[in-house]
């Protein structure tokens, strides 16, 4: 009897073994996706630096003439802007990309050199808390990739934010490309921008293709 009452708490000790070994790998495995998604949303980050970079290059390289009414503007407001560089968009709009106090900026003329609006790069813990909970709440299984303040002609206090699914950051590593177009494609063809007002209010709701 004794024999047997050993060989039970042996095969209890055994299960709680089990359970905690089970347990173990189910944490550990938790961990490891926690820090593959962290670590992909923050190359997904860096590639949204360095595609505006490349944009800004790109927009250097094509030399537009910009009205010197939005010249004469820029140099009075934007005195400290580095790696300045301009672009003629398809709607007449004259958009200057540059660097100042360490902040990626833009800022937007009409074809006339008449000012519409200038955007800041923000980080994610500097939206209003109305906003990230509207995201919270109505665009589960997203993260932010990129976030921007805009203040325009018209007074308004926008915010701009572009989510990504959260399966894009659960892929298998060894299946992503090196090449920065394909990535660049990957990420606008699934990639949401949404545009909310200072209160939160989301004013549209936009595919990137």
């Known amino acids: 009897m004794k024999r047997v009452k050993q060989m039970y708490s042996s095969i209890e000790n055994g ?37 505006f970079v490349l944009g800004t290059i790109w927009a250097s390289a094509q030399s ?52 519409l609006y200038t955007s800041q790069l923000i980080e994610e813990s500097d939206l209003p808390e109305a906003i990230s909970e509207k995201i919270s709440d109505d665009f589960i299984e997203t993260s932010i990739v990129a976030a921007e303040k805009r203040t325009t002609a018209k007074k308004e206090s926008l915010y701009i934010v572009t989510l990504q699914p959260d399966y894009l950051y659960t892929e298998d590593e060894s299946e992503e490309s090196d090449d920065v177009e394909e990535q660049e494609e990957d990420m606008t063809a699934h990639a949401i921008q949404l545009t909310f007002d200072a209160s939160g209010k989301l004013i549209t709701k936009k595919t990137m293709l």
């Open 15 to 51: 299960n709680d073994e089990i359970q905690t070994n089970d347990h173990a790998v189910i944490c550990e495995e938790k961990k490891d996706s926690e820090v593959n998604h962290k670590k992909k949303k923050k190359n997904m980050k860096h590639l949204l630096t360095l595609i």
């Open 64 to 115: 537009p003439k910009v009205p010197a009414n939005a010249q004469k503007d820029f140099k009075t407001k934007f005195k400290n802007a580095e790696q300045v560089s301009w672009e003629e968009t398809e709607n007449k709009e004259f958009v200057a990309s540059f660097y100042m106090e360490e902040a990626e900026h833009m800022v937007a003329y009409d074809a006339k050199g008449a000012w």
